[in-house]
């Protein structure tokens, strides 16, 4: 693996989010599951069936819940800035046709964590507070607890709250819309 001092001194050159999306529409990353995250190109963790149905079952909840007043997009693109374009595994976006451009906006991001939790509670989270998203949830595998970050303020969201398996939590943006985690984590 390399390292930054084997380069030294010479420095790699993240990738910006147009050259990405250039090379993702030459067909660069066919059959790659790949996301880009502060100019690294990052392969995506393998699904096993305990965060795979997580993500269905809390796709199917919020679906119920929130259409037609919200998108619900599951493990798709969402723009966070000129070098991060993540795939959350659930992004609540604002109604709208994204056939043109990836959405820039989002309600709510969650990323359902098993083997990722340091890179969804350093990086991502840090992302999308500098992306200025509102809410950022991480449903945790192995504790089934909910963490919720609120408030963004440069890259750190200010509020911080965990949401234990039989408590409910409810959106910032629907705030008649409440979810325990038991509902969708397995």
Not at 144 to 156: D, H, K, N, T
Request: hydrophobic share 40%.
């Amino acid at each position: 693996m390399l390292s930054e001092d084997q380069l030294a001194p010479d420095r790699h050159r993240p990738l910006e989010r147009g050259e990405y999306d250039q090379l993702v529409a030459a067909g660069a990353f066919s059959g790659e599951r790949v996301e880009l995250l502060e100019g690294v190109l990052v392969q995506l963790s393998p699904q096993g069936p305990f965060h795979a149905s997580a993500v269905q079952r809390l796709a199917e909840v919020l679906t119920l819940r929130l259409v037609p007043r919200a998108t619900i997009r599951v493990q798709l693109p969402f723009i966070a800035g000129s070098k991060s374009e993540p795939k959350p595994d659930i992004a609540i976006v604002p109604r709208g046709t994204y056939a043109e451009s990836h959405p820039r906006q989002a309600l709510l991001v969650i990323e359902v964590s098993e083997t990722s939790s340091v890179k969804d509670r350093e990086l991502k989270q840090e992302i999308y507070a500098h992306a200025g998203i509102l809410e950022y949830w991480i449903a945790d595998l192995k504790t089934r607890e909910i963490e919720v970050f609120r408030s963004p303020s440069a890259g750190r969201y200010q509020q911080v709250k965990r949401v234990a398996p039989g408590e409910s939590i409810e959106l910032g943006a629907f705030p008649d819309v409440q979810l325990t985690p038991s509902e969708f984590l397995p």
